[in-house]
Nanobody, 122 residues
Framework: QVHVVESGGDLVQAGGSLRLSCAVS??????????MGWYRQAPGKKRELVAD???????KYADSVKGRFTISRDNAKNRMYLQMNSLKPEDTAVYYC??????????????WGQGTQVTVSS
């Protein structure tokens, strides 16, 4: 069983910074976290990928956040972070953490947190 919790969302002025955290708790030693990613969903829009990182450290960013956001993870603690700098009003959204858990039989299951609200005022 995997439980995902995001934190760090807040109201911030344009140009400001925030750091989001994602904590993943895993029950059962035979279960490991592979892929992790940050997604966001603004009102009236589809959920979109912000950045993701694999267990071996491969990273991908959406073009809209390149150079402003930095994703990182701590594999030992099953935690992931998103440092967001130079925030813009268009970054306003609910940010979700996605973590893929792999069982000892190799099956992969996606898990999502409840989301954390980021609001950037102009």
């Amino acid at each position: 069983q995997v439980h995902v919790v995001e934190s760090g969302g807040d109201l911030v002025q344009a140009g400001g910074s925030l750091r989001l955290s994602c904590a993943v708790s895993v029950s059962g030693s035979a279960f490991r976290i592979t892929y992790m990613g940050w997604y966001r969903q603004a009102p009236g829009k589809k959920r979109e990928l912000v950045a993701d990182i694999t267990s071996d450290g491969s990273i991908k960013y959406a073009d809209s956040v390149k150079g402003r956001f930095t994703i990182s993870r701590d594999n030992a603690k099953n935690r992931m972070y998103l440092q967001m700098n130079s925030l813009k009003p268009e970054d306003t959204a609910v940010y979700y953490c996605n973590a893929d858990g792999q069982s000892d039989l190799g099956y992969i299951y996606p898990y999502w947190g409840q989301g954390t609200q980021v609001t950037v005022s102009s």
